[in-house]
Nanobody
Framework: QVQLVESGGGLVQAGGSLKLSCVVSVLTLSDYAMGWFRQAPGKEREFVAA????????DYADSVRGRFTISRDNAENTVYLQMNSLKPEDTAVYYCAADLAYPNSRPETYDYWGQGTQVTVLS
């Protein structure tokens, strides 16, 4: 059974940093592009970042570009999201997802999803 398990969320002051991890099991990670999405209460799930199969290409939402960095370690079956200069508006549940296509910012097309990890940024 395919599993994506996120970790690293928590409570942080505005301006602080967090690093999220997503460990993938069963899938051959290098076959999949990976994405991070987030969903705040009362809002739709939105694209945050994506990374190509090899990790050589990345894509970011305008709202996080320059502050967040997506990376991957295929040998460790893990994808990361380094989040710096966090803002209260970054507060959301963050999800990692796997898809065969890249670039892809549409959550409805991703094949596999994790359960999410909560990120709360205090002002």
């Amino acid at each position: 059974q395919v599993q994506l398990v996120e970790s690293g969320g928590g409570l942080v002051q505005a301006g602080g940093s967090l690093k999220l991890s997503c460990v993938v099991s069963v899938l051959t990670l290098s076959d999949y592009a990976m994405g991070w999405f987030r969903q705040a209460p009362g809002k739709e799930r939105e694209f945050v970042a994506a990374i190509s199969w090899s990790g050589f290409s990345t894509d970011y939402a305008d709202s996080v570009r320059g502050r967040f960095t997506i990376s991957r370690d295929n040998a460790e079956n893990t994808v990361y999201l380094q989040m710096n200069s966090l803002k209260p508006e970054d507060t959301a549940v963050y999800y990692c997802a796997a898809d065969l296509a890249y670039p892809n910012s549409r959550p409805e097309t991703y094949d596999y999803w994790g359960q999410g990890t909560q990120v709360t940024v205090l002002s």
